[in-house]
């Protein structure tokens, strides 16, 4: 017997596929929704709807944002030299709960994998590579995670930055093979305070 209507199901199905939920938790979630005021779950509509609209990829350093230009980018407080980089968004977001970070990100949208045929072009390197001169940077924090493809990456793009640079990684509380997303906020700051020189 299926439960509700075909709608109901339908937005079921759409919840289970998202990361983290499966059917059960996709049910509860929508079952709590019907529950609550109507006006709850329309506001939740039209929030969502407008995100899908103007939500894009910052122009300068690819954090998600709803202008052409994310407000980290154009904070004239962060413009510190330093320039943290990341293989996603949800890395860079785990940086900023911590808020030890003051200066400005570059997220390359994955790691080099010669297996699924992924470049330094693919990820933007090139680009990476002209920020730093246009925008001064002078310490380079490569942010990446603890896995093979992570540290590959890091290691491709130190070789490739201008030796006049100081190039540093995170230290302490990064496990091998651990992704940022998942770690604490007193993780990260740590990790980030005591970065060492690559």
């Not at 970070?101 to 590579?129: E, K, M, N, Q």
């Not at 990456?153 to 992704?179: K, M």
């Amino acid at each position: 017997m299926q439960e509700g209507g075909d709608d109901i199901q339908a937005l079921i199905g759409a919840l289970a596929r998202l990361p983290g939920l499966g059917p059960r938790s996709a049910r509860r979630i929508v079952l709590s929704l019907i529950g609550r005021k109507p006006g709850q779950m329309a506001q939740l509509s039209t929030l969502m709807a407008r995100v899908a609209e103007n939500a894009r990829p910052c122009a300068r350093c690819g954090n998600v944002s709803d202008s052409e230009i994310c407000e980290i980018c154009v904070d004239p407080s962060r413009q510190t030299g330093e320039l943290c980089v990341v293989e996603d968004v949800a890395d860079l977001w785990a940086l900023e709960r911590g808020r030890a970070f003051r200066g400005r990100y570059h997220v390359l949208g994955g790691t080099l994998s010669a297996l699924d045929d992924i470049g330094p072009d693919d990820l933007g390197i090139p680009r990476l590579l002209a920020r730093i001169k246009a925008e001064a940077v002078t310490e380079v924090i490569l942010a990446l995670n603890a896995t093979v493809e992570g540290q590959t990456t890091a290691h491709y793009i130190a070789d490739a930055l201008p030796a006049q640079l100081t190039i540093t990684g995170l230290a302490q509380g990064v496990p091998i093979g651990g992704e940022l997303d998942y770690l604490d906020d007193g993780t990260i700051t740590a990790a980030l305070r005591a970065r060492r020189r690559l």
